[in-house]
């Protein structure tokens, strides 16, 4: 089994990460509106983690060595939206607050709708299994 380089893997992730990250994204054509000229564009962030090892111990037989070893890695990446407002008072980025949790949100109002409905559906059978017992 080759030995574990945590340096080798790490330095691969972020020479392949660097590119992307250090680039600059603008996503659409500018557009020219009221003496400004906005440009869309994207922050990126991006993180990434990794991890590993290696090891021996002794089998059931006194001559025999079992080796073992294993590595891992995650990453992830956030994507802001933006815009760069040129005008004759200069330039600025206006940032979008919020954009990066609005999918959370969603997803939170929408587990919050369903755990609503299944604790409705519950008290229901329960009040269906009381009047069940009382009539009987």
Known sequence: MPEFDAGVILGDIVRGLTKFAESTKVIGDPIEAAGKIIVPAVVVRVGFGAGGGSGTKKGEEADEVEVGGGSGG????????????????????????????????MID????????????????????????????
């Open 74 to 105: 995650g990453g992830g990446v956030m994507l802001t939206p933006v815009f760069l407002i040129v005008d004759d008072e200069g330039e600025r980025l206006l940032t979008v607050p919020k954009a990066a949790t609005a999918g959370g949100s």
């Open 109 to 136: 109002t929408i587990k919050d709708v369903v755990d609503s409905i299944a604790q409705r559906r519950q008290e229901k059978e329960a009040e269906e299994e009381e009047e069940a017992r009382e009539e009987s």
